[in-house]
């Protein structure tokens, strides 16, 4: 018994498992990861709280937000509203390009310079976006090959056909319906009183 006992207290002993403690080292222990993941995602909560919560905006950030989001729809809907009001009244039309026309050309170059950077910066933003995006999707390759991988060997597409590979001649034969020993026996019975 007290061999046993030692033993056990070698393993057990002093409130540890030494057991649990070695296949830690090999397997991440789960109720430590779970409380890990817990910390993480409160963590990640807390702080989209901080950044989209419900603070107490001014009226000046709130009219900033409002103006800058004025500029994108305003050309393009202005840009529509010109193509319309030249089918509309083409005189009209006329009339506001010859005014057009008279605009200096350092104006147009600040006024393309202000859409550049203003657009600039929003397809910065979305190609960086979209290059995230797409080496998330790149990641995912390897698990869509495997799936793909799967799919073709569930693969049958005519039952009873072998795959042939590159083999021409198997695949010739493959495709080269059999004669039928039983139809041609009827048609020999029955062919010549047709």
């Known amino acids: 018994m007290g061999l046993i006992e030692r033993l056990l207290t070698v393993i057990f002993g002093n409130g540890r498992n030494v057991i649990a403690d070695t296949a830690e ?3 991440e222990n789960a109720e430590a990861g779970a409380e890990r ?3 993480v995602t409160q963590q990640v909560l807390q702080q989209f709280g901080n950044e989209f919560g419900l603070k107490r905006r001014g009226l000046f950030d ?3 937000d409002a103006i800058n ?3 994108r729809p305003a050309m393009a809907l202005g840009t529509l509203g ?3 009001s030249a089918m509309v009244d083409p005189i009209w039309f006329s009339q506001r390009m010859q005014g057009i026309a008279l605009v200096p050309e350092p104006l147009w170059w600040l006024l393309g310079a202000i859409v550049s950077f203003y ?3 929003r397809h910065q933003f979305k190609g960086q976006e979209f290059q995230r995006s797409l080496a998330s999707t790149m990641a995912m390759t390897p698990q869509v090959v495997s799936g793909l991988r799967t799919l073709r060997a569930l693969e049958n597409d ?3 056909a072998a795959a042939t590979g590159t083999d021409a001649a198997l695949t010739a034969e493959a495709t080269q319906p059999d004669t039928n020993r039983a139809l041609a026996e009827w048609r020999k019975f029955d062919g010549p009183e047709r």
Request: charged share 15%; net charge positive; aromatic share 14%.
């Open 25 to 27: 080292v090999f397997r």
């Open 62 to 64: 709130t009219l900033m």
């Open 158 to 160: 005519t039952p009873g």
């Open 119 to 121: 657009f600039g910066a």
């Open 69 to 71: 989001r004025i500029p």
């Open 37 to 39: 993941e817990t910390l």
């Open 82 to 84: 010109l193509f319309i």
